[in-house]
């Protein structure tokens, strides 16, 4: 298994239950990459893609605004080129239906998938299924949110109409001046999601699997296909072999026969330990890009997307635009003593991610691309990984999430 983010070492905690000797490769400890500064949705309802129609109207607004949701570094435009022209491509009207119909066989799981795993880590107090909070700061805003909220009632996502005064009650921190309000029941928040990689590391662990600190740089190909993984700290032969590298699957990808359009929708986030404000459960102000959300650690602000590369430097203007945006949502917070964050979500045009078998090694799988969704899906994703493993056929049809759809 290479990657001990979040969906790789979900995954390798569905192979041990199955009784394979897993090793779980990552040439940083689990869950310090991307799995580490989340938001901590795990979002079953979560079916429209990034790109709709209604977004790529916004997008000219964005850039031009400094505390957009959306910012894209130009200097990288040209490697950038292949994603931004499948997420246009993404966008039409029938494709969005349909990404959303094939999301909404994967995702209502999510959840259900993670329950064996929490409860035999004993990690379940780290998931809280208390919802989430959409709330709209304009008339305008509120009627641009109906299509989503439509999208998500046409597939049985349940989405409850607020009043302000009830959106009061159960928020009295927010800022008065917000209008509206839905609330999402069905969202679970991890409270910790560094905390629920490294305890599920540890769980794979006390189970008998191995986890390795080596970076992976090649493959080594048998006679009957790839046999072993060579590392830094030197070769591992494999029966089997999973990429879930996150933002940094396709060049193991590449190496192993399959191009792909992956690329990094860098995100950041701020965590306040002391916020002085204490909303009770995940609050986004929606179509802005960010969510704020209670955890162990204080109260995080975390989303934004920027388009750059995997090696530019943060640019910490944006976690600046959080703490921004929080004063505006909660008008008591005190931001004092907030730390700072980037990451790489792993992300496809398409806003869905690759789980399947390799089309040209049948001994190669892979769980990757996962987006905004990585938490979310991670469980399912390993489920299904453990299945394809195991030669049991799998709860859904994994087609759409095939890695030559491209
Ligand atoms: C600001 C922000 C907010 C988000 N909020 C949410 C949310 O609320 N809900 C949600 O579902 N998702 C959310 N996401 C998305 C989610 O965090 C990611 O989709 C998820 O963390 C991806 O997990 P992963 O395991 O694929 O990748 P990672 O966590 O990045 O793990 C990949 C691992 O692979 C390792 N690796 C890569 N290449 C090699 C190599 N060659 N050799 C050895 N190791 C290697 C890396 O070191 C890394 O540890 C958010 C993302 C961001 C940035």
Same mark, same amino acid.
């Given at each position: 298994?290479?990657?001990?983010?979040?969906?790789?070492?979900?995954?390798?905690?569905?192979?041990?239950?199955?009784?394979?000797?897993?090793?779980?490769?990552?040439?940083?400890?689990?869950?310090?990459?991307?799995?580490?500064?989340?938001?901590?949705?795990?979002?079953?309802?979560?079916?429209?893609?990034?790109?709709?129609?209604?977004?790529?109207? =916004?997008?000219?607004?964005?850039? #031009?605004?400094?505390?957009?949701?959306?910012?894209?570094?130009?200097?990288?435009?040209?490697?950038?080129?292949?994603?931004?022209?499948?997420?246009?491509?993404?966008?039409?009207?029938?494709?969005?239906?349909?990404?959303?119909?094939?999301?909404?066989?994967?995702?209502?799981?999510?959840?259900?998938?993670?329950?064996?795993?929490?409860?035999?880590?004993?990690?379940? $107090?780290?998931?809280?299924?208390?919802?989430?909070?959409?709330?709209?700061?304009?008339?305008?805003?509120?009627?641009?949110? =109906?299509?989503? @909220?439509?999208?998500?009632?046409?597939?049985?996502?349940?989405?409850?109409?607020?009043?302000?005064?009830?959106?009061? =009650?159960?928020?009295? &921190?927010?800022?008065?001046?917000?209008?509206?309000?839905?609330?999402?029941?069905?969202?679970?928040?991890?409270?910790?999601?560094?905390? +629920?990689?490294?305890?599920?590391? =540890?769980? #794979?662990?006390?189970?008998?699997?191995?986890?390795?600190?080596?970076? /992976? %740089?090649?493959?080594?190909?048998?006679?009957?296909?790839?046999?072993?993984?060579?590392?830094?700290?030197?070769?591992?032969?494999?029966?089997?072999?999973?990429?879930?590298?996150?933002?940094?699957?396709?060049?193991? &990808?590449?190496? +192993?026969?399959?191009?792909?359009?992956?690329?990094?929708?860098?995100?950041?986030?701020?965590?306040?330990?002391?916020?002085?404000?204490?909303?009770?459960?995940?609050?986004?102000? $929606?179509?802005?890009?960010?969510?704020?959300?209670?955890?162990?650690?204080? !109260?995080?602000?975390?989303?934004?997307?920027?388009?750059?590369?995997?090696?530019?430097?943060?640019?910490?203007?944006?976690?600046?635009? !959080?703490?921004?945006?929080?004063?505006?949502?909660?008008?008591? @917070?005190?931001?004092?003593?907030?730390?700072?964050?980037?990451?790489?979500?792993?992300?496809?045009?398409?806003?869905?991610? /690759? @789980?399947?078998?390799?089309?040209? %090694?049948?001994?190669?799988?892979?769980?990757?691309?996962?987006? $905004?969704?990585?938490?979310?899906?991670?469980? &399912?994703?390993?489920?299904?990984?453990?299945?394809?493993?195991?030669?049991?056929?799998?709860?859904?049809?994994?087609?759409?999430?095939?890695?030559?759809?491209?």
């Amino acid at each position: 298994m290479i990657g001990a983010g979040i969906v790789g070492t979900a995954c390798a905690c569905w192979l041990a239950r199955d009784g394979h000797a897993v090793t779980l490769v990552d040439r940083q400890a689990p869950g310090t990459a991307t799995s580490f500064g989340n938001a901590g949705a795990i979002s079953p309802g979560s079916i429209e893609p990034l790109g709709t129609p209604g977004m790529l109207w =916004q997008v000219p607004g964005w850039l #031009l605004d400094p505390l957009g949701p959306l910012t894209v570094r130009w200097r990288h435009a040209l490697r950038l080129a292949p994603f931004l022209t499948g997420l246009v491509r993404a966008s039409s009207p029938a494709r969005v239906a349909r990404i959303a119909a094939e999301l909404a066989t994967y995702l209502p799981d999510a959840l259900k998938a993670y329950e064996p795993l929490l409860a035999e880590s004993r990690l379940g $107090h780290l998931v809280r299924r208390d919802g989430m909070l959409w709330v709209f700061d304009s008339d305008a805003a509120f009627a641009k949110g =109906q299509a989503s @909220i439509a999208l998500r009632r046409r597939y049985g996502v349940p989405v409850e109409n607020v009043t302000g005064d009830a959106m009061r =009650q159960m928020e009295p &921190a927010l800022a008065p001046d917000l209008r509206h309000a839905v609330f999402l029941p069905d969202v679970g928040r991890v409270v910790d999601p560094a905390g +629920l990689v490294t305890g599920l590391a =540890q769980h #794979l662990q006390r189970r008998g699997g191995q986890v390795m600190r080596a970076a /992976v %740089h090649e493959v080594t190909f048998g006679s009957d296909g790839p046999d072993a993984i060579v590392t830094d700290r030197g070769t591992l032969p494999a029966d089997a072999i999973i990429v879930a590298a996150g933002a940094w699957s396709s060049t193991l &990808a590449r190496r +192993l026969g399959s191009v792909v359009p992956l690329e990094t929708e860098r995100g950041y986030h701020v965590t306040i330990p002391d916020p002085k404000v204490a909303p009770r459960r995940m609050i986004q102000p $929606h179509g802005q890009g960010f969510l704020a959300t209670p955890m162990t650690m204080g !109260l995080r602000v975390a989303g934004t997307v920027e388009l750059a590369s995997l090696e530019a430097a943060p640019d910490w203007r944006r976690a600046e635009v !959080l703490l921004a945006k929080a004063r505006r949502l909660f008008p008591g @917070i005190d931001t004092a003593n907030a730390t700072r964050w980037m990451g790489h979500r792993p992300s496809l045009p398409d806003s869905k991610p /690759v @789980i399947g078998r390799s089309p040209m %090694h049948k001994n190669v799988f892979y769980a990757f691309g996962h987006g $905004h969704l990585g938490l979310t899906g991670a469980a &399912a994703t390993g489920r299904h990984i453990g299945d394809l493993v195991a030669g049991r056929p799998t709860a859904i049809d994994l087609k759409p999430f095939a890695i030559d759809r491209f």
